[in-house]
């Protein structure tokens, strides 16, 4: 992203994207870009200032999804930026090299604003020193998930939703429609967001495949997986080992999402996309191993009698409630450690994103970071949380669903950290 003494400039705007051959898309990006924006990196430690001007036609807002940092800097619906408006946030990074991303959150059309084309990643950096393939571009290597429909105009599709949200047929990598990436080492980190509205994708590949990261920053030690499943929202740090000259397609494969047929063939799961192809060179770089300890990050931990809360989710409803700018759901305190109980009451697949916080689902073997946690219909999941260090008596932060029409849909509530 353009930086200028130190600010990392950020325009949305509108633009004109060509995804394929025809019309052109009219889409909306950051920075500069017409659909995206550019990656923003920061280190650990490092105090972050990010401008951001809003040149679109509405109120729009901009969120910095897995940061622990202010309520006021958070980005969310009370951070609205109007139309003409620059809007500045700063804040210390202060959590472990991770892969994040920013959209806008504004209240009611985070769905419209994100699909338009708004999203774009950010990268916390640490210096902890972890032997993984880190060459931006080159063997470290962004994979950015959106799904659209085009109209015979070109225009994306918004018309054709169902109960999850808006579907696409065709994926974009990166903006990109049918991409391919030339490998020139024998390993290659894959940094996937999912960036889609609504989709869930299943990631495969015919060859072998290691997770070394997942929402808030690397696992403890590798594990080599069949497959990677992502609902919208969700990172993944993967490694893929390449052989010379033979191409290999990373797929997404269906996938029920825990919900029964018709449920999750609507929500996309009976199908196989084609999402990015390896084309490694004749002659490749040998890649280190990955190392056998990637994070030694102590786990979380509840203490002897934590706080526990349940929530409970319904058709675009948490505990009965849907979003009320107005109204405190929770209150937290700074720093605790709580046992969260995420309950699906409902036949849809949702999934629940905490701001500020670091989670930890409850479960057998070691703990991944997240922010973004999947609950398929009928099941509890547990998770531990870490609300961040900041408090602020008037300035609340969200709890939603990342599908982004539950979330506009009012599938959100807002707690306050004093
Ligand atoms: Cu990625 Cu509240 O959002
Ligand atoms: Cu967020
Ligand atoms: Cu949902």
Known sequence: ??????????????????????????????????FGGPTIRARRGEEVVVRVTNRLPETTTTHWHGMTLPARMDGGPHQPIA??????????????AATLWYHPHPHGATERHVHRGLAGLLLVDDDVPVDLPDRYGLDDVPVILTDRSFGPDGSFDTAHRNAVGLLGDTVLVNGTVAPYLDVRTT????????????????????????????????????????????????????????APGRRVMVRSVPDDLGAVNGIATAA???????????????????????PAVLSREVPLSSGVSPRVRRFELSNNRINGRAMDMSRVDEVL???ATEIWELVNRHTLPHNIHVHDARLQVI??????WKDTVPVPP????????????????EVPYMIHCHMLRHEDDGMMLQFLVV
């Open 1 to 34: 992203a353009p930086v200028r003494d130190g600010v990392v400039e950020l325009t949305a705007a509108p633009g004109e994207s060509a995804f394929l051959d025809g019309p052109t898309t009219p889409t909306w990006g950051y920075g500069g870009m017409p």
């Open 83 to 96: 139309p003409g408006e620059t809007w500045e946030a700063r804040w210390r990074v202060d959590q472990p």
């Open 187 to 242: 390993r290659v980190r894959l940094r996937v967001l999912n960036a889609s509205p609504a989709r869930s994708y299943r990631l495969a590949v015919d060859a072998p495949m290691t997770l070394v990261g997942t929402d808030g920053g690397l696992l403890p030690s590798p594990h080599v997986v069949p497959d990677v499943a992502l609902t919208p929202g969700e990172r993944a740090e993967i490694v893929v080992d390449v």
């Open 268 to 290: 996309g799961g009976a199908d196989t996309l084609d999402l990015l192809e390896l084309r490694p060179a004749d002659r490749l770089e040998a890649s280190s191993p990955v």
């Open 333 to 335: 305190e700074p720093g």
């Open 363 to 368: 479960a057998p073997g070691e703990r991944a």
């Open 378 to 393: 009928g099941q509890t999941v547990r998770v531990l949380v870490r609300v961040g260090p900041y408090a602020d008596p």
